[in-house]
């Protein structure tokens, strides 16, 4: 008997976990849908902050570890 409701409390439990998922990936993908696309960086975007960290400890007077 107890082994019965033990099983039943964790179908329950494993039931309830993957209903909150899933309304939660649906609820992300409303909010995907209405995103900017000019709010979504692209290669640019990349490309002008991996110069602005490299050129960064140069411009900055180095760090630790740099002349």
């Known amino acids: 008997m107890f082994l019965t ?3 039943i409390g964790i179908v329950a439990i ?9 309304w939660r990936e ?11 696309p000019r709010d979504q960086p692209g290669g640019e975007h990349a490309a002008a902050m991996a ?3 490299s ?6 007077g180095g760090g630790a570890f740099g002349p």
């Open 5 to 7: 409701i033990f099983a």
């Open 14 to 22: 494993i039931l309830i976990i993957s209903a909150l998922l899933i």
């Open 26 to 36: 649906r609820r992300a993908g409303d909010y995907q849908d209405h995103l900017d």
């Open 51 to 53: 110069a602005a960290y």
């Open 55 to 60: 050129s960064g400890p140069s411009s900055m």
